[in-house]
């Protein structure tokens, strides 16, 4: 299929190196401090909190 699997996060990239070994996730945690991701996706919120989602992104960034 060719894709490449990333996560995206608010938090910022010292919180992931150490969450990414504790849980020993096989691939990449972005960070989003800005929100910049997560409103250009319009990526799921609640009560205004970021949410965990899953989204495929198409080759020419669609979802």
């Not at 699997?5 to 096989?26: E, Q, Y």
């Not at 965990?52 to 960034?61: D, H, I, N, P, Y």
Request: avoid cysteine; charged fraction near 15%; aromatic fraction near 8%.
């Amino acid at each position: 299929m060719g894709a490449t699997l990333a996560g995206i996060s608010a938090d910022p990239p010292p919180s992931h190196r150490s969450f990414i070994l504790l849980l020993k996730w096989p691939f990449t945690l972005l960070s989003d401090l800005g929100g910049t991701a997560f409103n250009a996706f319009a990526l799921h919120r609640s009560m205004g909190l970021k949410q965990r989602s899953t989204s495929a992104l198409r080759s020419m960034r669609s979802i």
